[in-house]
């Protein structure tokens, strides 16, 4: 380990981590909903990634990091919103949210 | 003897000389109309032809009259109408005519004999069917020969000539459908065509030497002076003046038309056509154009001669007549077919006329033209008679005792016979022979040709005995049942039969009206011309010969008549001999086996080189261009088809693979996306200087 | 490092483990909530408040209710029979460890090299409006669209369909 721990270098691990989990999520989990629960999750690792460095990079009153993140946040609600309906329309066709059974683009 | 001409410079041309082109001309659009009328208007065929010649005869008894005023009034008269066909270069290309004796006579001969021909065709060829196109082809034969007659250009002259030909064959061959006919129309249409080459070359040449076509032109002729000289200077390659080598080259193609030795052997064959044609053709006027135009190119003949002397190209002329005369007359001996005999016959009288050219000059070899021209149409068609009486038999040896069941036939044709004969006196035949006997006798080359030409006049006087024997002495031995001929065939014989024994009186001694015609001096009636020495012997011998010729045929055939089958006399005493002579003297075998032999040989060899050679050739190139072929068409179906058509399918195969990675399942897709997003990342973080420049 | 920031990182990390590993959906959702508030601490921590509390509001308040929502509309509370990991999780889980691997390699190796401000910023809400009306007034007025066309659309794509729909059913409850 590097003898000068960097604060922001904890923030960009734990940011990291929580990314790393999310995509587990993603591309493990069966169920549809919890794709969309990892890339929330994923969304909100880069989040805390913007933020910590608009905290300590420089310039920090030039807001450019903050901005970033709430448009970010923004964004992310309203995919989630888009999202979540498709998936409920899928299960009303479907009867199903299982994204195994769900391969008609089987080539 | 010899006798040279001399005209008067041509100051103006008179009407009928203007209108001679009409006499040829007449004939040949009948006959272009007959050939184009429809089937049966026989009547109007055959009226026609014999209007258009009638007319011509007209036209040529005109200019007759018009020729022999002038030499009455001591004018010599020699009037052509020349005017030029087309221009190449500087060169003119001139057609033209000429009126003069030489040419008065000869139209009249050949349209008078014509015409009675014509009329005794319309009785001979009444049952033919081919009778319309019998009249168009001799309409358009006496055109062509009226033609030849009249002509002053030497091209006109050898178009005329050719067309002759041309018809000749024609009528030859006018029962096309039996070979022997087709054949002997071939046959003599190629030995002509021999002569005829050399005739070109000698008219290309004398063309090319004085520089115009045109016999008579004011001085600038080639058969004028000027011309003359200039061709005697000329050297050729042979040793000879140019003169004598074309005058040589143009008897060659006179030879050929009249049949002299060797180019004789179409004319018996000819004898294939129907009687008509025989005594047209092959008797009066076209084997007569031969002489006619030795005749007409006489001054290049004799030019050059010696006073007393004679030139080459007269004597060549001479001894082949000569010797012509005496082998015709041989072979006419041993034939049994009445034509046949014929037919020899003319061989050797012509050539009596081309050594009583050679020798005595224009005068003495047309005299026994125009007189022969008589006679032996009578005796053609006087034959002509006697096969349609005895229903188309022609062997003497089935024929017999005519005389009593077709008189008029058997008198005019005595009347001819004895013409041919020379019997002494009465007949024109022994004057005009007589003629060529006495000019014989002067001959300075040699005294060769007399001796021929006497022991020819008994052969000609023996064979006609003994074919008059046959026909129309003794018992009849054929199977028919003889019958006079109809008026329209009988009437001619008896007017040719008046003229065969009255054209005597215009050429003897006393008289000699047809020499002074030729060439323009007065003709003194007298006794005073039997004055000259020598004459009064060769008379006395030329009638014993005939005599004797007489009275050993009448002795050896005369009132017997030998069945058919039974040899005859001479055979059984010199079967040698005469099988020589009835096989023709072995001629016709003779070309047989060289020229037409070769000429077999050389077209196998021209078809082997075609089909092995020149074809294999080709087969060759084929051949390749098709190995080509199959090499390209091998090419693109295997290589570049095959290649092609690998490939796609390996696309699709590839393409069947990868399309099994599409599972359809998202989250496999994610797990691909984040894959390479992690490889993207890891390469651009470690690629990066961040890395690269740590300590 | 304070103590503060590790809690907070611990809670966040084993809220986000939690709604990644737990069985019941609706657990996942509610440990998501727990993530987003430990992510929402950690924004005050950075000293972006503003972004902090409009984590709650939006994350929190919004899209996790959201989440429960569909959950509960696709009855994603009973458990599946296949079990809720699909074929070969093993791969998913390489491939995260991979990439966070990665990153931490990155971010460790790189630690000398990043900033390091100390002077604690301080934003106010008027910094923020007026940034947003003057510098950000395009983005925000995108977003803005961007949420209208959202909402519509998720109306849309979530609507009933009145004549290909059955409508849900209480005959069909028992379906799965």
């Known amino acids: 380990m590097n003898p000068t721990f960097n604060p922001l270098t904890g923030y960009l691990l734990v940011a990291a981590l929580l990314f790393a989990i999310g995509l587990a999520g993603a591309l493990t989990r069966r169920n549809a909903i919890l794709v969309l629960i990892g890339i929330e999750l994923m969304l909100n690792a880069a989040n805390l990634n913007l933020i910590a460095f608009w905290r300590y990079g420089p310039h920090p009153e030039a807001l450019t990091g903050m901005m970033f993140a709430i448009f970010s946040i923004a964004v992310a609600a309203a995919e989630a919103a888009v999202g979540l309906g498709l998936v409920i329309q899928i299960h009303r066709h479907a009867h199903t949210t299982d994204l195994d059974a769900m391969n008609r683009m089987k080539g | 003897m010899q006798d040279t001409i001399s005209f008067a410079p041509q100051l103006g041309t008179s009407s009928i000389a203007q209108m001679l082109w009409l006499i040829p001309a007449v004939p040949i659009l009948a006959s272009g109309v007959i050939a184009l009328l429809k089937q049966p208007r026989r009547r109007t065929a055959s009226t026609l032809a014999i209007g258009s010649l009638a007319f011509s005869l007209l036209l040529s008894l005109i200019a007759f009259g018009h020729v022999l005023s002038g030499w009455m009034s001591g004018h010599a008269v020699r009037e052509t109408v020349n005017f030029t066909w087309f221009q190449f270069g500087s060169t003119n290309v001139d057609l033209g005519w000429v009126l003069d004796p030489l040419s008065a006579v000869m139209l009249v001969m050949v349209t008078f004999v014509g015409l009675l021909i014509f009329i005794y065709s319309t009785g001979y060829m009444a049952h033919d069917e081919n009778y319309m196109r019998f009249f168009n082809f001799l309409s358009l034969f006496a055109g062509a020969m009226l033609g030849v007659v009249i002509a002053n250009s030497l091209l006109l002259l050898f ?70 000289t200039g061709l005697l200077v000329q050297r050729s390659g042979f040793g000879m003046s140019a003169a004598t080598v074309i005058a040589l080259l ?14 004789h052997v179409w004319l018996p064959d000819a004898m294939e ?23 007409r190119v006489y001054p290049l003949m004799q030019a050059g001669m010696p006073a007393g002397g004679t030139t080459t190209a007269l004597t060549v002329v001479t001894w082949v007549g000569a010797f012509t005369a005496l082998f015709a007359a041989l072979i006419a001996v041993a034939q049994n077919d009445i034509k046949r005999i014929l037919a020899y016959s003319t061989v050797s009288q012509l050539g009596y006329m081309m050594a009583g050219l050679g ?30 009486g005895c229903h188309e038999e ?32 009465l007949f024109s035949g022994f004057w005009s022979k007589d003629g060529i006997l006495e000019a014989s006798q002067h001959f300075s080359a040699s005294r060769g040709p007399f001796y021929m030409l006497v022991f020819g006049a008994f052969l000609t006087a023996f064979y006609m005995m003994r074919q008059v024997s046959y026909v129309f002495f003794g018992e009849y031995r054929g199977h028919a049942h003889p019958h006079e001929s109809p008026r329209s065939m009988t009437t001619p014989l008896a007017i040719l039969a008046f003229f065969a024994i009255a054209l005597g009186a215009i050429g003897t001694p006393a008289w000699p009206w047809f020499r002074s015609f030729q060439t323009n001096t007065e003709a003194v009636f007298g006794f005073k011309g039997f004055n000259e020495p020598g004459l009064g012997l060769l008379m006395l011998t030329s009638s014993l010969v005939v005599l004797l010729g007489l009275g050993v045929g009448w002795l050896l055939y005369g009132n017997k008549s030998p069945a058919a089958e039974e040899p005859d006399v001479l055979e059984r005493a010199v079967p040698w001999a005469w099988d020589a002579l009835r096989d023709r003297l072995y001629v016709d075998e003779f070309y047989g086996m060289t020229v037409i032999a070769f000429y077999g040989w050389w077209a196998r060899v021209a078809d082997w080189l075609d089909r092995r050679v020149w074809g294999g050739a080709v087969a060759l190139v084929a051949w390749v261009f098709g190995l080509f072929a199959n090499l390209n068409r091998f090419l693109d179906a295997s290589v570049v088809d095959g290649t092609f058509d690998k490939g796609c399918e390996e696309i699709s195969t590839g393409g069947g693979l990868l399309s099994r990675m599409q599972s359809g399942r998202a989250q496999t897709y994610l797990r691909m996306l984040a894959l390479a997003v992690v490889v993207l990342a890891a390469i651009l973080i470690w690629g990066s200087k961040i890395w690269s420049s740590r300590p | 490092m304070s103590v503060v920031f590790y809690i907070i990182a611990a809670l966040s990390v084993a809220g986000a483990l939690a709604a990644v590993l737990l069985k019941n959906t609706v657990h996942c959702a509610l440990a998501l909530t727990v993530a987003f508030a430990g992510l929402a601490l950690m924004f005050l921590e950075l000293d972006a408040q503003f972004a902090g509390f409009a984590q709650i509001l939006v994350y929190i308040g919004a899209v996790a209710i959201l ?47 990043l900033p390091h401000e100390t002077t604690q910023p301080t934003v106010t809400v008027m910094d923020i409006g007026n940034a947003l009306m003057n510098r950000y007034v395009l983005p925000l007025e995108i977003v803005a669209l961007l949420l209208t066309a959202a909402l519509i659309g998720a109306v849309i794509v979530a609507m009933h369909d009145k004549a290909t729909q059955d409508g849900p059913t209480s005959d069909k409850e028992g379906a799965r």
């Open chain 2, 159 to 228: 178009m005329c000539w050719e067309l002759v030909g041309l018809t000749s064959y024609l009528l030859i061959g006018f029962w096309y459908q039996k070979p022997s006919a087709a054949a002997a129309a071939k046959k003599a249409f190629l030995t002509t065509r021999v002569g005829d080459v050399f005739f070109l070359l000698g008219i290309v040449w004398l063309f090319a030497q004085t520089g115009t076509l045109l016999f008579y032109f004011n001085g600038a002729g080639s058969m004028e002076s000027h011309a003359l």
């Open chain 3, 67 to 113: 989440v429960v929502f569909a959950i509960l509309l696709t009855r994603g509370s009973e458990t599946p029979k296949d079990g809720v990991y699909s074929h070969s999780p093993w791969v998913g889980l390489v491939l995260a460890a991979g990439v966070f691997a990665v990153l931490g390699w990155a971010v460790l190796h790189s630690a000398s090299f």
């Open chain 2, 250 to 263: 143009i008897f060659a193609g006179a030879a050929g038309k009249s049949g002299q030795f060797p180019l």
């Open chain 2, 359 to 388: 020798m005595g000059g224009v005068a003495v070899g047309m005299f026994h033209l125009i007189t022969h021209a008589f006679f032996k149409a009578l005796l053609f068609m006087g034959a002509g008679s006697v096969i349609h």
């Open chain 2, 394 to 425: 022609q062997d003497i040896r089935r024929m017999g005792g005519l005389r009593k069941h077709m008189k008029v036939t058997f008198a005019t044709y005595a009347i001819g016979m004895l013409a041919l004969c020379g019997f002494p006196l």
């Open chain 2, 273 to 295: 056509g129907p009687t008509p044609v025989s005594a047209l053709i092959h008797a009066a006027t076209m084997v007569a154009a031969g002489v006619y135009l030795i005749a």
